[in-house]
């Protein structure tokens, strides 16, 4: 699936995501690293900790431990420009205005547009108010939102959970091609065995607040 969000320019590409000893009330010490490129699977039984981890790894949640973008120590980065590299991507995502269209900068309309065709979203849904969209709409458009803000790194909660099988082969293709075209790293939270062994290279389980490679 092709599309014509315009190349990422990826500073320092190679060394990706760092994480070292990275703890919180019931996750950790957890350790791993994500090249600019990847992507890991991360799952686990409902309230194991799959949510907290990239809470943490976005510096959402207080915790525990190191880490580091492209070699640059998250503490050297203000806290903002850190969660707009390394990005959390909820299960559910807020919204602050009554239309699509207004949470997107103009700059980057075209950019949006194109990846809402590659997701499967109808025309026109810039145009519609935020009310009347499904739950698998929200939860694209939040994908949508967060890629056009060039992140270095996406941290996804579940991010097809609500979505056909077919919908969700459209997005898992749009965020292939995210990676391997702009080198964007990501950490995918799943449910589904068989979608983690599509979209990752590593496959992790969190078992007793430990990651265990599945």
Do not use: N
């Not at 070292?20 to 791993?32: D, Y």
């Amino acid at each position: 699936m092709q599309y014509s969000i315009r190349r990422v320019h990826c500073e320092c590409m190679g060394t990706g995501l760092h994480i070292e000893s990275l703890r919180g009330p019931h996750v950790g010490p957890l350790s791993f690293a994500v090249a600019r490129g990847e992507c890991i699977a991360v799952m686990g039984a409902s309230g194991a900790g799959k949510t907290q981890l990239l809470r943490l790894v976005a510096d959402l949640d207080p915790g525990e431990g190191r880490a580091s973008l492209d070699g640059v120590p998250r503490d050297a980065i203000p806290a903002p420009a850190w969660r707009h590299k390394v990005m959390f991507v909820p299960a559910v995502s807020g919204w602050w205005a009554a239309t699509v269209a207004e949470h997107f900068d103009e700059a980057v309309r075209d950019d949006a547009l194109s990846l809402c065709t590659a997701m499967r979203l109808p025309a026109g849904i810039m145009a519609r108010d935020l009310t009347g969209l499904s739950t698998g709409e929200r939860q694209r458009l939040a994908l949508v939102r967060a890629i056009v803000r060039k992140p270095g790194v996406l941290l996804l909660d579940e991010p097809t959970s609500g979505l056909d099988a077919e919908t969700a082969e459209a997005v898992e293709a749009c965020l292939g091609e995210l990676r391997a075209s702009h080198g964007v790293a990501m950490v995918w939270v799943t449910h589904d065995a068989s979608q983690a062994a599509r979209v990752a290279g590593k496959v992790y389980r969190i078992i007793g607040g430990a990651l265990v490679p599945a």
